[in-house]
Structure formats: structure tokens, C-alpha cells
């Protein structure tokens, strides 16, 4: 059973950091392309962050480009999100989620939120003074 746990979400000053982690089970991790979305209140979800499987190509939205660093560590099947410099826009659920089988951000896939099958919980982050 494929299983995304997301964690290191909390209230932070704008200017603030955090890191956030999925952890990742019952799949074959290191083969997939995985994504970081997120969804603020009232709006529709987002695709804030996109890796390929081996973790050496990436890609961003620009509403966090040069803020947020998507990385991953395939030897704990685990995906990060380094989130800086937050902004009270920022403030959402975010999730991470598994690319469609078949589906590799080599091949030009996983730009669209209807690419990825498999979601975690979430984790919240509100950026407030």
C-alpha cells in the first residue's frame, strides 16, 4: 500500500524557514518522480515543486522560485521541501504526491496535478506575524 506521510509544517514569522519531509512506503521510491503541491485557503491546488526520480532535475512555480528548494534522499525514501523567506502568501496545506505510473518528468510529465495518483495527508503552514 503506497503511503505519503508529510511532516514539519507550523506557524512561522514572514522572513521565516522551514523544512518539510515525506516520508514514503510501499513503493519503489528512487523510481518515481515525486511533486510538492499545495492548496491556501479559498484557492484551488497549486504545483509548487516538481523532482525527478533521481533527483538531479527540478522545476518551480514562480511564485516560490528562488525561495523553495525541492530535494530528496532515495536511500530514506524521503522528499524535503525547503521552504525560506515566507511570505504570508504562502500559508497553505501542503502535499507531497507520487507521479503516475508510467509517467517521468524526463519524458515531460509532471506538471499537472492530475499526473500524480497518489497523495499524502498534508501539512499546514501558516505564515503570520
Known amino acids: 500500500e503506497v503511503q505519503l506521510v508529510e511532516s514539519g509544517g507550523g506557524l512561522v514569522q514572514p522572513g521565516g524557514s522551514l523544512r518539510l519531509s515525506c516520508a514514503a512506503s510501499?513503493?519503489?521510491?528512487?523510481?518515481?518522480?515525486m511533486s510538492w503541491v499545495r492548496q491556501a485557503p479559498g484557492k484551488g491546488l497549486e504545483l509548487v515543486s516538481v523532482?525527478?526520480?533521481?533527483?538531479?532535475?527540478?522545476s518551480y512555480a514562480d511564485s516560490v522560485k528562488g525561495r523553495f528548494t525541492i530535494s530528496r534522499d532515495n536511500a530514506k525514501n524521503t522528499l524535503y521541501l525547503q521552504v525560506n523567506s515566507l511570505k504570508p502568501e504562502d500559508t497553505a496545506v501542503y502535499y507531497c504526491?507520487?507521479?503516475?505510473?508510467?509517467?517521468?518528468?524526463?519524458?515531460?510529465?509532471?506538471?499537472?496535478?492530475?499526473?500524480?495518483?497518489?497523495w499524502g495527508q498534508g501539512t499546514q503552514v501558516t505564515v503570520s506575524s
Open positions: 504526491a507520487k507521479i503516475v505510473e508510467g509517467f517521468d518528468y524526463g519524458l515531460g510529465h509532471g506538471s499537472n496535478i492530475y499526473e500524480y495518483d497518489y
Open positions: 510501499g513503493f519503489t521510491f528512487s523510481s518515481y518522480t
Open positions: 523532482i525527478n526520480s533521481g533527483g538531479g532535475s527540478t
